[in-house]
Every structure is written in C-alpha cells, then in structure tokens.
C-alpha cells in the first residue's frame, strides 16, 4: 500500500503564495507520475498539474504562469508552488501519483483565498 499526506493547507490573501507537499510512504516502488487536483465548493474536482509519461507537465489554463509542479525522488516527496493566488483558487487540493501503475490519492488540504 501507498499513502500519501498533503501538508502546507492555509488561508491566505490574494496575491500571496502557499506551497504544498506531498509525502508519499509505505511500499513505494517506482512512482510513475505525481499530480495535483483540487475541488472548489459545489464544483467538479479538476486537474491542476499532472506529470505525463513523457517527462513534461501539463497545468490548468487557470494556473499556467502561477503554478508550479515539482517532485524530489530520493525523498518521495511531491509540491506544487502557487503563487498570485486568486480567490477562485479556492478548494481542497489532492495529491495523486501512480505507482507501479496503481492510482493512489492523498486526503485533500484545504486552501482558501481571500479577496
């Protein structure tokens, strides 16, 4: 089984910056891909950053230029930098990796905006 914790949840003003982490544990072999998904309040959850098999990351056009995707092997950690936060990045943010060609996804942290 793997597991995945996010940390880094807070609210913060627009125009600010948060940086979230992602720590993946237990019987990790090989992580494939690393991604970040968030869902705003009565909203559908949508993909913010993912990893492709190709090596690039693809990002929302509501974050491109902002959002920043990044993941550290040797210490099985994942983060995604946002900065110019808006509030309609709002939502609870999930931590996802494929490893070893399972899906796996983190509990969600909360990140609000203020305007």
């Known amino acids: 089984q793997v597991q995945l914790v996010e940390s880094g949840a807070g609210l913060v003003q627009a125009g600010g910056s948060l940086r979230l982490s992602c720590a993946a544990t237990?019987?990790?072999?090989?992580?494939?891909?690393m991604g970040w998904y968030r869902q705003a309040p009565g909203k559908q959850r949508e993909l913010v950053a993912g990893?492709?098999?190709?090596?690039?990351?693809d990002y929302a056009d509501s974050v491109k230029g902002r959002f920043t995707s990044s993941r550290d092997n040797a210490k099985n950690m994942g983060y995604l930098q946002m900065n110019s936060l808006k509030p309609e990045d709002t939502g609870v943010y999930y931590c996802?990796?494929?490893?070893?060609?399972?899906?796996?996804w983190g509990q969600g942290t909360q990140v609000t905006v203020s305007s």
């Open positions: 996802t990796a494929k490893v070893e060609g399972w899906d796996y």
């Open positions: 237990g019987n990790i072999g090989r992580i494939n891909t």
């Open positions: 990893e492709t098999t190709f090596g690039n990351t």
